[in-house]
């Protein structure tokens, strides 16, 4: 890897607990409670937040509130971090863009069961209504970020074959879209399988930005954000105190934890302008409200004899 992808500024952290992690909660948290939250990642020093999703409230009860936690969050804010927000389709843009998302995660399922379980459409379809939506984003002045989700394998279906995964990345290349995501959405990677998938993706277009989201439920997933970094990936998505889980999938287990994540880099002597304090407090208050342990680690037992920042 050149040493372009190993520099502290290549590794973007983009904080997902907010609408990744609280949307599997069958608890709705207090809109004032998860403003608090959201306000200390802030603090922290992140580089991108996913505030949550303009989904339907009926269906993700947790994400009712998102639009306000918008306006709440962008009303005199500094540049950074960046505030993105999950849209599925037109509506949730048109929501997106009278609240002040910063930047619009789009995605489609190489799945076809989960695409149809999470959206309603099978997905050739759900991947051109996303395209349009994306390219409606960027005209708009927005940044952009598409995703093919369940791209290392599916709950219902099994393995997904990875010349499906290239063609929704061709199709997002060929529509200009150069922030990809692959997501494991359902906890299926493995890191030879993430470094070869991602080796490829980055081969179709010198420009590509590629990002990765990894679920932890066969535990592999700290390997897999590693095995993605050696394949030059650059975004790296995770959720404090490893909350996560995708509703529509068939098991859905939670994320690397963000500040396991930060730790290790920290570790390597990476990202220590991130408040890695502060990312403990925040998920220390998640397990206080939830009153369980989550899925972190460091959060439970503090930083470790090598984090001196």
């Not at 692959?182 to 493995?190: E, F, K, N, P, V």
Request: with cysteine; net charge neutral; proline share 4%.
């Amino acid at each position: 890897m050149s040493a372009a992808r190993e520099n502290q500024a290549a590794m973007i952290i983009h904080e997902v607990g907010p609408r990744d992690g609280l949307q599997m909660e069958s608890g709705v948290v207090p809109l004032e409670k998860k403003e608090a939250w959201l306000r200390g990642l802030m603090e922290a020093g992140l580089d991108i937040i996913q505030v949550g999703s303009f989904v339907h409230p009926g269906k993700v009860p947790q994400m009712a509130d998102t639009d306000e936690l918008f306006r709440r969050l962008t009303a005199g804010k500094k540049p950074a971090p960046v505030l993105s927000g999950l849209v599925l389709n037109e509506k949730g843009l048109e929501r997106g863009l009278a609240c002040g998302v910063e930047l619009f995660c789009l995605g489609a399922s190489a799945s076809e069961t989960h695409s149809r379980k999470n959206t309603g459409m099978g997905t050739e379809e759900a991947t051109q209504r996303i395209i349009g939506a994306a390219k409606a984003a960027i005209a708009a002045g927005k940044k952009v970020q598409v995703s093919v989700q369940s791209a290392f394998g599916c709950g219902f279906e099994g393995p997904i074959p990875e010349e499906r995964v290239l063609n929704m990345a061709r199709a997002y290349l060929e529509a200009g879209l150069r922030n990809i995501s692959l997501a494991d959405t359902a906890g299926h990677a493995h890191p030879a399988q993430v470094e070869r998938l991602f080796g490829a993706v980055l081969r179709l277009d010198p420009g590509v930005e590629c990002a990765c989201h990894f679920h932890n439920t066969y535990g592999l997933g700290m390997a897999n954000i590693f095995a993605a970094r050696r394949a030059g990936v650059t975004f790296f998505e995770t959720s404090f105190a490893g909350l996560g889980g995708c509703p529509f999938t068939k098991v859905a287990a939670g994320n690397v934890a963000t500040e396991d994540f930060v730790h290790a880099l920290q570790l390597e002597g990476l990202r220590k302008d991130v408040d890695l304090s502060r990312l403990i407090d925040v998920a220390r208050g998640v397990a206080e409200h939830f009153g369980r342990d989550m899925q972190g680690y460091v959060y439970k037992i503090g930083k470790g004899i090598g984090v001196r920042v």
